[in-house]
């Protein structure tokens, strides 16, 4: 009976994740959206993923290899650029409010295909649909 409940909390536990974690990839891409358009990264910009690190275990163990590859690609790409971002305000630039990212558009747009590709990955785990095209949509 235990394994039967230990199941349903697991699947239950995936599920919110991957609706959480969708949550803060569509927040991710309308920023993405907003830098590709703007070509500035601004002060006040983050990528939290904190979703991710809540629910990691439960999706890694509910997604498929190839849905686990996309999300997770798609996570540490923004994080990382989200850190190193915000050490670049903290080191260089600390009175700055923006930096100008227009050579860094291909790249910024390269993450908005990831995130939305690992947001597709979570639809099925979700229960929800996919977008056809970019986030936001």
Request: overall charge positive; aromatic content about 0%.
């Given at each position: 009976m235990d394994f039967v409940l230990d199941r349903l909390r697991e699947g239950r536990r995936g599920r919110v994740g991957a609706r959480m974690v969708r949550v803060d990839?569509?927040?991710?891409?309308s920023r993405l959206k907003n830098m590709e358009e703007r070509k500035r990264w601004w002060t006040t910009t983050a990528l939290p993923m904190n979703s991710w690190k809540l629910y990691e275990d439960a999706l890694t163990a509910r997604l498929d290899p190839d849905s686990l590859r996309a999300v997770t690609h798609s996570v540490v790409g923004l994080q990382?650029?989200?850190d190193s971002m915000q050490a670049t305000f903290r080191?260089?630039?600390p009175t700055m409010e923006y930096i100008d990212v227009s050579r860094e558009?291909?790249?910024i747009h390269g993450l908005r295909k990831d995130a939305t590709a690992a947001y597709n990955?979570?639809?099925n785990l979700a229960g929800d649909r996919t977008v056809a095209g970019l986030l936001p949509d």
């Open positions: 990839l569509s927040m991710a891409a990382t650029l989200s080191r260089v630039t558009v291909k790249e990955a979570l639809a």
